[in-house]
C-alpha cells in the first residue's frame, strides 16, 4: 500500500515544541511535508499576504522530512504548499499545529490553527487543527499523541464530509487520563477584552490587547464542556459563513 | 428622539474613499465615530494583534467627526472602540468599509471589512460591512449611497437577528441602474492561486500570492449571481463555524 502524504503547518512557527511533536506522530502513518510559518502567526484568523512578498525556504529542522519555512500566515502555508510546493502532489490529510493554547469555542475565528486547517477544506483536502489548552513554550504534549494518531488514522481511512474541518482540543496535561472523545459545536463564548495602557519611553502611548474568556453557554454538548471534563473535543468546522435561518427572516421582514 | 450612535471601521485604511464614502452617508443618520486602522488591513481576516502592541491616536481627517486611527488589524479596531473609546456607549450601529473591492462569496473569510462587522456581531451590535466590487483607489461609489442608507436604516429599525453581521456587496459603477436588493446565501467558490515567482536585487528568491476567482456555484439564490446581475447582494454572516450536518455523521462512523 502507498504511504498516505499528509501536509504539516501551524501559527506558533516552525521552531516550536507542538509542531515536532504533530510531525513525530505523523509520520508514524505516512510520508511528512511540512509548510509551516518561520515565526510565530498566532491570532492571524484568516489573514493572507496580499501587499507583500512572501519568502519560502527549504530547511533540516526536522532532519530527513522535507520541510519549509515561509514568511506569511498559516493560510499563505496551505496555498504555496498546494499551489508552488507539492504542485500536482495532493496531500491526503493536512494537520496543523499543536498549537501551544486552546482554539475552542469563538477563539476558531482569531486561529491560525484552525485557518490552515480551513484553507485546506476551501480546497477540498480532509483537515484537523489540533491544540493544546496548554500555552507555555515548553507544554507536556505527550498524552495527546496516541489520541491524534488515533484521530487522524480514522480521517484517513474514512474521510471527511467535504468543506469539512476538524478542530480538535486536548485539555493540559493532568493527573487524570483523558476520558475519550467528544463530537462537539462551537460554544457559545467570547474574549471580554482589556486594555492595558502604556506609556513608552518617548511619552507616546501604546495598547496591549488583554482578557479574559467568558463562557455563556450552559448546554453539555459544547467545546468548552468537554475540555472542562477532560475530554478530547472535536468541533466539525465549515466556511459557509451565511446564517441559512436568516435569510427568511430577512425577507420576510424587509421590505425591499 | 436621541440620535443614534454608529461606529464606522474599514480594513482599506482611514483615508481611502470608501471610508469617506461611508461616514458621509452614516452622518445623514447619526452620530458618527469612527475607529479605523491608520494604514492598509486588506486580507487580514479575522486576525487580531496579540503579539506586538497597538497605538491609537486622535485625528481630525473628518472634520467634526470624532475619529481615531490605530495601528491594528479591523478586528482590534473593533476593540478598542468598545472597550476604551466607547467605554459605556454602546454604538447602534457598527458599520465597515465601503470596501475597495468585492468581499463576496469565500472572500468573507479573508476580508477585513467583514472581520470588523463579525467582530460587533460577537459583540451583540447590529453590524454591516458595505464592499463595492471595484477595486481602484478612485473607485466611484456615488450610486451606493441610496442603498447604503436604506439599508443601515432598515437594520436602525428593525435591528438584527443575534450574531447576525450582514455582508452587503454593490455591483461596480455601471451604466444601467441597480436592480434592487437580494438576501443570499454565500456562493460555493474559491481563488486559484498562482505564485508569482521572483529575485530580488541580492538574488533571493521571493514570492507574490496572485490568482483568479472560480465560481463553482449555478444557483441563483447566492452572492456572485446577484452582483453579476446587476443587485446588490446582502449575506446574513454568523461566527458558529459549527458544521452541525457533520456531528451526526461523526458520532455515526466513528468508533469512540
Same mark, same amino acid.
Given at each position: 500500500?502507498?504511504?498516505?502524504?499528509?501536509?504539516? !503547518?501551524?501559527?506558533?512557527?516552525?521552531? !516550536?515544541? /507542538?509542531? +515536532?511533536?504533530?510531525?513525530?506522530?505523523?509520520?508514524?502513518?505516512?510520508?511528512? %511535508?511540512?509548510?509551516?510559518?518561520?515565526?510565530?502567526?498566532?491570532?492571524?484568523?484568516?489573514?493572507?499576504?496580499?501587499?507583500?512578498?512572501?519568502?519560502?525556504?527549504?530547511?533540516?529542522?526536522? /532532519?530527513?522530512?522535507?520541510?519549509?519555512?515561509?514568511?506569511?500566515? #498559516?493560510?499563505?502555508?496551505?496555498?504555496?504548499?498546494?499551489?508552488?510546493?507539492?504542485?500536482?502532489? +495532493?496531500?491526503?490529510?493536512?494537520?496543523?499545529?499543536?498549537?501551544?493554547?486552546?482554539?475552542?469555542s469563538?477563539?476558531?475565528?482569531?486561529?491560525?490553527?484552525?485557518?490552515?486547517?480551513?484553507?485546506?477544506?476551501?480546497?477540498?483536502?480532509?483537515?484537523?487543527?489540533? !491544540?493544546?489548552? *496548554?500555552? !507555555?513554550?515548553?507544554?507536556?504534549?505527550?498524552?495527546?499523541?496516541?489520541?491524534? @494518531?488515533?484521530?487522524?488514522?480514522?480521517?484517513?481511512?474514512?474521510?471527511?464530509?467535504?468543506?469539512?474541518?476538524?478542530?480538535?482540543?486536548?485539555?493540559?496535561?493532568?493527573?487524570? @487520563?483523558? @476520558?475519550? %472523545?467528544?463530537?462537539? +459545536?462551537q460554544a457559545r463564548a467570547?474574549?471580554?477584552?482589556?486594555?492595558?495602557?502604556?506609556? *513608552? #519611553?518617548?511619552?507616546?502611548?501604546?495598547?496591549?490587547?488583554?482578557?479574559?474568556?467568558?463562557n455563556?453557554d450552559?448546554?453539555?454538548?459544547n467545546d468548552e464542556?468537554?475540555?472542562?471534563?477532560?475530554?478530547?473535543?472535536?468541533? #466539525?468546522?465549515?466556511? *459557509?459563513?451565511?446564517?441559512?435561518?436568516?435569510?427568511?427572516?430577512?425577507? *420576510?421582514?424587509?421590505?425591499?
Amino acid at each position: 500500500m502507498k504511504k498516505p502524504l499528509i501536509l504539516v !503547518s501551524n501559527d506558533d512557527g516552525i521552531s !516550536s515544541k /507542538g509542531i +515536532r511533536t504533530l510531525v513525530e506522530v505523523m509520520k508514524e502513518l505516512g510520508e511528512v %511535508i511540512v509548510v509551516a510559518p518561520d515565526g510565530p502567526q498566532s491570532g492571524m484568523g484568516h489573514a493572507i499576504t496580499i501587499g507583500n512578498t512572501l519568502r519560502l525556504e527549504e530547511t533540516d529542522i526536522f /532532519g530527513d522530512v522535507t520541510a519549509y519555512e515561509c514568511s506569511g500566515t #498559516p493560510a499563505d502555508c496551505v496555498k504555496i504548499a498546494k499551489h508552488f510546493v507539492l504542485r500536482d502532489r +495532493r496531500p491526503d490529510l493536512v494537520v496543523s499545529g499543536i498549537n501551544h493554547g486552546s482554539n475552542t469555542s469563538i477563539s476558531v475565528l482569531y486561529s491560525g490553527t484552525m485557518s490552515a486547517a480551513i484553507e485546506a477544506a476551501i480546497e477540498g483536502m480532509p483537515a484537523i487543527g489540533f !491544540s493544546l489548552c *496548554d500555552y !507555555s513554550s515548553d507544554a507536556d504534549f505527550n498524552h495527546t499523541r496516541e489520541h491524534i @494518531k488515533k484521530i487522524a488514522e480514522t480521517v484517513l481511512k474514512k474521510g471527511l464530509a467535504k468543506g469539512v474541518a476538524l478542530n480538535v482540543n486536548f485539555p493540559a496535561k493532568q493527573k487524570e @487520563k483523558i @476520558k475519550g %472523545i467528544k463530537i462537539c +459545536r462551537q460554544a457559545r463564548a467570547k474574549w471580554q477584552e482589556e486594555f492595558d495602557q502604556r506609556y *513608552d #519611553p518617548r511619552g507616546r502611548r501604546y495598547f496591549w490587547l488583554a482578557g479574559n474568556f467568558v463562557n455563556f453557554d450552559k448546554g453539555e454538548d459544547n467545546d468548552e464542556w468537554s475540555i472542562a471534563n477532560n475530554y478530547v473535543s472535536v468541533v #466539525p468546522c465549515q466556511f *459557509d459563513l451565511t446564517a441559512h435561518h436568516a435569510i427568511s427572516l430577512l425577507n *420576510d421582514e424587509w421590505e425591499i
